[in-house]
């Protein structure tokens, strides 16, 4: 083996380590910060939850809460997951924060949609499959079929006489 090569070893050996003792400060930090913390999310069972109205609803497929019961997580959900399907506002009693998050793998697929609520009791991350009412579209559709202006002809011309 060349020394190039015995370089690029060592080196490409000393990214990894280096990379590992980083993942391995940043997993000791993090769980470091959640037991200082005492955040522990608890999963509750999300089974049965679900709004469908048509084509449009959704679908509870992960629950997760700290501070909050799972009866009450659950109502939480089955709100979120109706007001969403029919397009309504949302507004929970005694939640303090909302985010909401949507991403959709394909253009037609049924997206996940993450909604976390902070309470003075806890946080409560509910997660939904499905597709909620779409909005018309912003930009002007084209008329089908497209018209395809008339060729030009050329006449024919003089010949050049000089």
Sequence with gaps: ????????????????????????AAAS???????????????????????????????VVGLDTQGVPCLRA???????????????PVTIAG???????TATPCLGCAGRTEVTL?????????????RGPVAAPLVPSLPFPVPIPAPVTQTPSSPLVI
Excluded: D, W
């Design 74 to 88: 659950r109502s939480v959900a089955a709100l979120l997951a109706k007001n969403l399907a029919l397009g309504k």
């Design 1 to 24: 083996m060349s020394t190039r090569g015995i370089l690029a070893c060592i080196a490409g050996a000393a990214a990894a380590a280096s990379l590992a003792a980083g993942t391995a």
């Design 95 to 101: 939640s303090e924060s909302y985010a909401e998050t």
């Design 29 to 59: 930090l993090a769980a470091g910060t959640a037991a200082a913390a005492g955040t522990h999310m608890t999963s509750c069972p999300s089974a049965g939850i679900s709004y469908f109205a048509g084509r449009v609803g959704y679908r």
């Design 118 to 130: 902070q309470f003075a009791s806890g946080q409560l991350v509910v997660t939904m499959a499905g």
